[in-house]
């Protein structure tokens, strides 16, 4: 088990850009020895003590921890600090390509302005809402299952790696994003939390909200701590439905005629999924897909849907469990 | 250029535990705060804290205990009164920072779960899983956010304003574009973390160069027991990143080449959970002594196997997946490779224990505290306890917090002036321009290695020298001839590296100064040509000048003493 440490030549290319005198990025080819031991953070300290002391980037505890080292490779979110170089030429060979996490963001070669994330991240009531007792003698009683109903969202730390994947944060503005969603999960799935109604409102808002997630599971792939962001963001629409909060839109309807569909056949059927989230006009627009799909045989005409064989267990189990009234 | 004058009650340095603790309260008494720090305030070093944060909450356990096992583990040299106001304080502050939002690990019965550390008589470290740290930072800067604290983030504090025995306000720059700044103010906290980066092997971030030390010290004030500096027996082979004490308290076994468990020979009672100072000495004789492994041979094991997998994904995930990271070894399966890393500061700027910083032995500056690692107050003395550091920041943070509100009314404000910034713009500027053949990397690696060499875990007087020698002259060479690439105003971090540089070379100074004249060993710092604790000489705390020359002198200050008598110290 005494590794001995090998070391192979790797081709960087290493995006550079400096908002006050560049008006272009452009990039570095800087060839190097890297060892077996190392992770990009190394990397990124070799470029810069032994290349160019201009460069620069985020970085702190290099343990993976205070979240600031996020960058890409390759076009692939990491955390510097937290990606063995070995993993890296495994899955991309011996020529890398280091990029800031959203190059339009870019001020200073791996640095960007990650002003709208923290925005974002403030929106969301990101503290315990609570009356602090300042001069305790006892603290509040949490059973270990309780503690464990936060699902490790307490352990995302903030480095940005799924909000700069997200490709909905890539276009609208206005969405929150998924780091500040599993934040927003952390606190209201917390017993001693008071402030759900106030994040519920901001979480539930259309645009901004949880609705406009499109499930691509970015989020949950990208994260370097496995906090699992959309399992978050499922959990919050959840949350939405059960207090009744739920309004009316494509987003809402999708969900509820994903279970119509289950309740009355035990199986999905696609077309009347549209046709229920969308409306009776506004499924018009899809008609040229729609035809696609039933020739490829996605979709069937509504008198050849299928029944499970299971029915009548799956009507039992979507009964017990749902709370929608729409 | 005119440089803008901002006006608060209280500027604070540093957004870790203890300026954010301190901030909030502040804030909370409706004074006008704001927090300066070099990151964001979630990337402070708080937030690496692993293992847990020591407070005497069961009924097994005592206040008094938690004192005794303090001042036992600081080898005496801690001061028993602010020992015993820190331990007493403990449960509360614990609980406190729960009802804040922390999310700890619980007991079935739902109160928080407590595991065993080194050195300590009963199991006594608070926890969150094995991330203590990020809970308590989290939740600390979001309810320092709530209240309203203005944090000033990605700002640069690289001077005090110090004039006629009082501190009137910070000065600093903005990293994103070197806006300069002043901060006027009727008071001024550091809470600027510790000094261990100093050393090759270290577990330390790399924000974590201890400015505000040498800040303090350029103005010609002391710093206190700058020879203490604890190594932490756990560090990952290769780049000492910390595997907590918790792998221990857990029930790790520590194993050399010829498969001897060898805690036996050096603490037979406590084994692995024998106070940091004496398991670091252990490993790193185990090494010298040709008992090490791994590819370098400069590492011995830790073995968690016989722990099984649930109890290691319960308890100690975060270590596991740190292991694998830079080991590419799994806990769960195998044994991993540790050494001593220079972990933690026990030294800093000399604190009473309401925060007062010291002028010298008998006076104190106004307006001016500290508090956390970078403090010397001195509640650890020669080597402080696993779990007791996340305590001090949390407590003292809120504890010199309440004593600033309590000064505030007495304070009176002395407006700044745009020449206040002088020192700061002649740092920059020669940091800018200086030409020369040293680089900042070659310098800092030349600094950290000699320290690790020669300051490390066993000195001696030759060692120790030698050092000094080694620092004077790299101080020289950083002075005469240390250039940087980047001249530009975004993000210079070669600049900002540059400048901390300056401040490592300065405080390393104190560091070798203090060890060098300390003939004996207690805690933390090993002599092996003087390797027992003299009570008679040196039961006293160092307090340590540096002049315009950079010169060092030493004095020395009385250890506050109390109930807890002076006895040989064995696990």
């Known amino acids: 088990m005494d590794n001995s440490i090998t070391t192979q030549t790797i081709t960087f290319k290493v995006f550079r850009f400096n908002q006050e005198t560049d008006y272009l990025p452009y990039y570095n080819t800087i060839e190097m020895e890297v060892t077996s031991e190392e992770v990009v953070l190394d990397i990124l300290n070799r470029i810069k003590w032994e290349h160019d002391g201009s460069f620069s980037y985020r970085r702190s505890c290099r343990h993976g921890i205070c979240g600031a080292c996020a960058i890409k490779v390759n076009g692939k979110g990491v955390l510097a600090c937290k990606e063995r170089m070995n993993d890296m030429i495994e899955l991309f060979g011996k020529e890398l390509t280091l990029e800031p996490l959203s190059t339009k963001r870019a001020i200073k070669d791996m640095i960007i302005d990650k002003e709208d994330f923290w925005v974002k991240h403030e929106e969301v009531e990101p503290f315990l809402i609570s009356h602090v007792d300042e001069h305790p003698e006892d603290e509040h009683i949490v059973t270990p299952q309780e503690a464990e109903a936060l699902l490790d969202s307490d352990l995302c730390i903030q480095c940005g790696l799924c909000h700069y994947s997200c490709p909905v944060v890539e276009i609208n503005e206005d969405y929150i994003g998924p780091a500040a969603f599993a934040k927003a999960f952390r606190f209201n799935a917390d017993v001693r939390d008071e402030g759900v109604d106030k994040r519920i409102e901001v979480i539930n808002a259309p645009g901004a909200g949880v609705w406009d997630c499109v499930k691509c599971f970015e989020c949950a792939e990208v994260c370097p701590k496995e906090v699992n962001p959309i399992e978050k963001i499922t959990k919050l629409h959840n949350q939405v439905f059960e207090r009744g909060d739920a309004l009316n839109n494509v987003a809402t309807r999708h969900a509820v005629g994903f279970a119509h569909s289950i309740k009355k056949h035990g199986l999905l059927d696609e077309g009347e999924l549209v046709r229920y989230s969308e409306g009776n006009i506004g499924v018009i627009k899809h008609v040229p897909v729609a035809l696609k799909m039933f020739k490829k045989g996605k979709i069937v005409l509504p008198w050849n849907m299928p029944k499970s064989d299971k029915l009548d267990e799956i009507q039992k189990l979507v009964k017990s469990s749902s709370t929608v009234k729409f | ?571």
Not at chain 2, 536 to 565: P, Q, R, S
């Open chain 2, 1 to 571: 250029m005119s440089i803008p004058i901002h006006t608060y009650d209280v500027v604070i340095v540093g957004a870790g535990l203890a300026g954010s603790t301190a901030a909030r309260e502040l804030e909370k008494a409706g004074k006008n705060v704001a927090v300066i720090t070099k990151l964001h305030p979630l990337r402070s070093h708080s937030g690496a804290a692993q293992g847990g944060i020591n407070a005497a909450l069961s009924d097994e356990d005592s206040i008094e205990l938690h004192e005794f096992d303090t001042v036992k583990g600081s080898d005496y040299l801690a001061d028993q009164d602010v020992v015993e106001l820190m331990c007493k304080e403990a449960p509360k502050t614990i609980r406190w920072a729960e009802r804040m939002g922390a999310a700890f690990s619980r007991n079935k019965d739902g109160k928080i779960a407590q595991r065993p550390f080194g050195g300590q008589s009963s199991p006594r470290a608070c926890y969150a899983k094995d991330r203590t740290g990020l809970t308590l930072l989290q939740t600390v800067y979001e309810q320092a956010l709530r209240a309203g604290v203005k944090f000033w983030d990605e700002w640069y504090a690289a001077d005090i304003i110090y004039k006629d025995g009082k501190v009137s306000g910070v000065v600093a720059f903005n990293i994103r574009n070197m806006e300069k700044a002043i901060f006027n103010a009727k008071a001024v906290m550091f809470a600027t973390g510790g000094y261990a980066r100093s050393f090759k092997i270290n577990s330390n971030a790399h924000a974590n160069t201890g400015d505000g030390l040498s800040i303090v010290a350029r103005h010609g004030l002391p710093l206190e027991d700058m020879e203490f500096v604890q190594f932490h027996p756990s560090g990952l082979s290769g780049n000492g990143v910390l595997i907590s004490e918790a792998a221990r308290g857990e029930g790790g076994k520590l194993i050399n080449s010829k498969g001897e468990r060898f805690m036996d020979k050096y603490a037979p009672n406590k084994m692995e959970l024998a106070s940091r100072d004496v398991v670091s000495r252990a490993i790193m004789n185990e090494i010298r002594e040709g008992r090490g492994v791994g590819p370098r041979k400069d590492a011995v094991y830790i073995d968690l196997t016989h722990l099984g997998k649930d109890l290691i994904m319960e308890r100690l995930p975060e270590l596991r997946d740190l292991a694998i990271t830079f080991l590419g070894l799994d806990m769960i399966h195998e044994p991993i490779l540790i050494s001593a890393t220079a972990h933690y500061s026990m030294g800093g700027i000399p604190v009473d224990i309401d925060g007062h910083a010291r002028k010298n032995n008998s006076e104190f500056v106004e307006g001016f505290y500290a508090a956390g690692e970078t403090s010397c107050s001195s509640v650890h003395g020669a080597n402080r306890l696993g779990a007791n550091s996340v305590l001090e920041a949390l407590f003292f943070g809120r504890h010199v917090g309440q004593s600033i509100l309590k000064d505030l009314d007495s304070l009176t404000l002395r407006e700044a002036d745009e020449s206040d910034a002088d020192t700061m713009i002649k740092e920059i500027e020669t940091t800018l321009t200086r030409n020369g053949k040293y680089t900042v990397p070659e310098l800092r690696e030349k600094l950290q290695q000699s320290m690790t060499d020669n300051a490390g875990a066993f000195r001696t007087e030759e060692l120790l020298a030698k050092q000094v020698k080694i620092v004077k002259d790299l101080r020289k060479q950083f002075h005469k001839g240390c250039r940087i690439d980047d001249k530009s105003k975004i993000f210079n971090t070669d600049l900002q590296e540059a400048i901390e540089l300056g401040h490592m070379l300065d405080y390393s100074l104190f560091i070798v100064e203090s060890a060098l004249a300390r003939k004996e060993s207690r805690g933390a710092h090993f002599r092996e040509d003087f390797d027992t604790r003299d009570d008679k000489n040196f039961l006293k705390h160092t307090m340590a000048y540096m002049d315009e020359d950079g010169e060092i002198t030493l004095d020395y200050m009385d250890v506050t003493l109390g109930k807890h008598e002076l006895k040989e110290r064995t696990y």
